[in-house]
């Protein structure tokens, strides 16, 4: 049972570059996101999906773009690479639709750690 | 507004004294807390959510509603608690989408 899969791990990205980031899960979750993780920040939430082709803004949404074309798959695209977005990138899920009823547990993948020169 | 404010970045304390990770949020409805916890080289996991009022790996934490706490406690320190701990607030009812995240404090347990 892999659970939540990212790739890649690791990356590095001149600025002005795209790319995308990878997530998926194989525990039928509803609910999806990205997070960001910078020292002295904690995590901060990107982009979210409660479902198949449903997606929203979180707190740190500019720069990137999300689709939710299944409910395995939610790629994170970064549309030009900037230095403010070497980050370490947080896949995450969750069943019941992401509702804090649902038992508010995330499920996370190991991270990709993004470096922009 | 929402906020999460773990005062703490770093922590130290030997093994076996009683450890304490400060937790305090402001929130105007009624709020659902959660302790994640990031070990080293492991995926960040949840620890620990208010409304189960469970004892996770010697851990507990009690909302505080009259001082806006849930602060996360353990009586006797282990090494292996060693970890990255955050602390995250959503509102009862409300998708994870509004969960929120404290800074994080890095604890350090020393033989």
């Known amino acids: 049972n892999a659970g939540v899969t990212q790739t890649p791990k690791f990356q590095v990205l001149k600025t002005g570059q795209s790319m995308t980031l990878q997530c998926a899960q194989d525990?039928?979750?509803?609910?999806m996101s990205w997070y960001r993780q910078d020292p002295g920040m904690g995590l901060r939430l990107i982009h979210y999906s409660v479902g198949a082709g449903i997606t929203d803004q979180g707190e740190v949404p500019n720069g990137y773009n999300v689709s939710r074309s299944t409910t395995e798959d939610f790629p994170l695209r970064l549309l030009s690479a900037a230095p403010s977005q070497t980050s370490v990138y947080f896949c995450?899920?969750?069943?019941?639709?992401?509702?804090?009823?649902?038992?508010?547990?995330?499920?996370f993948g190991e991270g990709s750690r993004l470096t922009v020169l | 507004a929402q906020r999460v404010t773990q005062p703490e970045k770093l922590l130290s304390v030997f093994k076996g004294a009683p450890v304490e990770l400060k937790c305090n949020y402001s929130?105007?409805?009624?709020?659902?807390l959660f302790w994640y916890v990031q070990y080293s080289r492991q995926r960040l996991q949840l620890l620990l959510r208010h409304i189960s009022r469970e004892s996770i790996k010697g851990f507990t934490a009690d909302l505080n509603k009259g001082e806006t706490s849930f602060h996360l406690k353990k009586p006797f320190a282990q090494e292996e608690d060693s970890a990255m701990y955050y602390c995250?607030?959503?509102?009862?009812?409300?998708?994870?989408?509004?969960?929120?995240f404290g800074r994080g404090t890095q604890l350090t347990v020393w033989p």
């Open positions: 995250a607030l959503t509102g009862r009812g409300s998708t994870l989408g509004r969960l929120y």
């Open positions: 525990m039928n979750h509803e609910y």
């Open positions: 929130y105007s409805g009624s709020p659902e």
């Open positions: 995450a899920s969750s069943p019941g639709g992401g509702r804090s009823a649902g038992g508010g547990e995330l499920f």
